[in-house]
């Protein structure tokens, strides 16, 4: 099993700062098989980055995901008040499929 | 417009049955590779179950053999029959329409309530 783990797991930053958040892989995740969720409270997951770069749709160009291999990482340029959220990592390469346990991003 | 909508959750338990419910519309079930996620109070997200569109189904090692994953094209339903619960399976459960014949999600529901308790 792919184990993944997001850091931190918490980032406490402003409105209008860059957020990187970190996702690690145990093992190597081919072809780039690596997705991005946000959550809000109550609310279901939302697609954000699939195939580890590209955005979702209606998802605004200040979110960009990078990496492979085993090193994956979210960037939110400048945070706008509704980016606060958990966000996850998914990879869909090997089975079981897997999650990452989350990145909370709070106001800070 | 697509929707997905769960239905089906309650408080059951231990060793009991369950059957979930995720009626679709703007999408045509039998031809997307569609998905449970579920999610412990508090907890981060687990894939359970998947169904690809050629019917080839596909479980977490922790439902394996206890819970089954089908679809009824008539009524473009999801379902996912839960026995011999277990305290551990108490979680949000959502449907999930995968993307493009691939392992992420593109549409989600919105989450129906499983608790198993006595």
């Known amino acids: 099993e792919t184990v993944l783990t997001q850091s931190p797991a918490t980032l406490s930053l402003s409105p209008g700062e860059r957020a990187t958040l970190s996702c690690g892989a145990s093992q190597s995740v081919s072809s780039s098989s690596l997705a991005w969720y946000q959550q809000k409270p109550g609310l279901a997951p939302r697609l954000v980055i699939y195939d580890a770069s590209n955005r979702a749709t209606g998802i605004p160009d200040r979110f960009s995901g990078s990496g492979s291999g085993t090193d994956f990482t979210l960037t939110i340029s400048r945070l706008e008040p509704e980016d606060f959220a958990v966000y996850y990592c998914q990879q869909y390469a090997t089975s079981p499929l897997t999650f990452g346990g989350g990145t909370k991003v709070e106001i800070k | 417009e697509v929707q997905l909508v769960e239905s089906g959750g309650g408080l059951i338990q231990p060793g009991g049955s369950l059957r979930l419910s995720c009626a679709v519309s703007g999408f045509t079930v039998s031809s997307n590779y569609m998905s449970w996620v579920r999610q412990a109070p508090g907890k981060g997200l687990e894939w359970v179950s998947v169904i690809y569109s050629g019917g080839s189904t596909y479980y977490a090692d922790s439902v394996k053999g206890r819970f089954t994953i089908s679809r009824d094209n008539s009524k473009n339903t999801l379902y996912l029959q839960m026995n011999s619960l277990r305290a551990e399976d108490t979680a949000v459960y959502f449907c999930?329409?995968?993307?493009?014949?691939?392992?992420?999600?593109?549409?989600w529901g919105q989450g129906t309530l499983v608790t198993v308790s006595s």
């Open positions: 999930a329409r995968n993307g493009y014949s691939s392992g992420w999600y593109r549409g």
